[in-house]
Nanobody, 116 residues
Framework: VQLQASGGGLVQTGGSLRLSCGGP????????MGWFRQAPGKEREFVAS????????NYSDSVKGRFFISRDNAKNALYLQMNNLRPEDTAVYYC??????????WGQGTLVTVSS
């Protein structure tokens, strides 16, 4: 069983999308969660993370001020609100949970395509 990301699609530059991530409750309880992305021909990169309580958030410099990560532990859900999208945001987006120093339970990502 893995986490499942959804909500991707095709959007124009400047548009918005909201990604969702779901999975078993045991994947969320007590764990930091994160979003990552992999663009064609590039390595997977960190996008954002949020601790279990939802208070502490971190973002990559490339998305800071445009993306917002949140979670609803009662629904076993993680979200990524993406605003002011740019063509360079085009990628497959994945969610994961942090287990120790590693990220785990990657599932199939969701494709975001931003047209110029």
């Amino acid at each position: 069983v893995q986490l499942q990301a959804s909500g991707g699609g095709l959007v124009q530059t400047g548009g918005s999308l909201r990604l969702s991530c779901g999975g078993p409750g045991r994947f969320f309880n007590g764990y930091k969660m994160g979003w990552f992305r992999q663009a064609p021909g590039k390595e997977r990169e960190f996008v954002a993370s949020v601790n279990f309580s939802g208070v502490r958030r971190n973002y990559s410099d490339s998305v800071k001020g445009r993306f917002f990560i949140s979670r609803d532990n009662a629904k076993n859900a993680l979200y990524l609100q993406m605003n002011n999208l740019r063509p360079e945001d085009t990628a497959v987006y994945y969610c994961a949970r942090q287990v120790g120093h590693d990220w785990a339970n990657w599932g199939q990502g969701t494709l975001v395509t931003v047209s110029s």
